[in-house]
């Protein structure tokens, strides 16, 4: 499968984004998906997931009440809703597809997923 992301740029303080992840696999909406974030000089972190059930979502504790994760399941395609940046929001964010279909568990490590969007760059300044 390929995963396409989208919807980075440069924002102030308090300003939102939304992210896509546009994705071309057959099944897709049989997979958990989620979000990742990469700062520069740190490791890989996980944000948020959106379960093949739809209304299972989970977030980190820094986003939550901030960001919002979806899933367009005839675009076959995700999102990530991002209000109220924040500098330390500023990261190359990825999107990413479990490696097993129907999971029930939340996984927040990066192992665990096999197909990977190409990043995108967000910048929140001060």
């Known amino acids: 499968v390929q995963l396409q992301a989208s919807g980075g740029g440069l924002v102030q303080a308090g300003e939102s984004l939304r992210l896509s992840c546009a994705a071309s696999?057959?099944?897709?909406?049989?997979?958990?998906m989620a979000w990742f974030r990469q700062a520069s000089g740190k490791e890989r972190e996980f944000v948020a997931l959106?379960?093949?059930?739809?209304?299972?979502?989970y977030y980190i504790d820094s986003v939550k009440g901030r960001f919002t994760i979806s899933r367009d399941i005839g675009l076959n395609t995700v999102y990530l809703q991002m209000n109220s940046l924040k500098p330390e929001d500023t990261a190359v964010y990825y999107c990413?597809?479990?490696?097993?279909?129907?999971?029930?568990?939340?996984?927040?490590?990066?192992?665990?997923?096999?197909?990977w969007g190409q990043g995108t760059l967000v910048t929140v300044s001060s």
């Open positions: 959106i379960s093949w059930r739809p209304e299972f979502k």
């Open positions: 990413a597809r479990d490696r097993q279909a129907f999971s029930t568990r939340v996984k927040k490590n990066s192992a665990e997923y096999g197909s």
């Open positions: 696999g057959v099944n897709d909406r049989d997979y958990n």
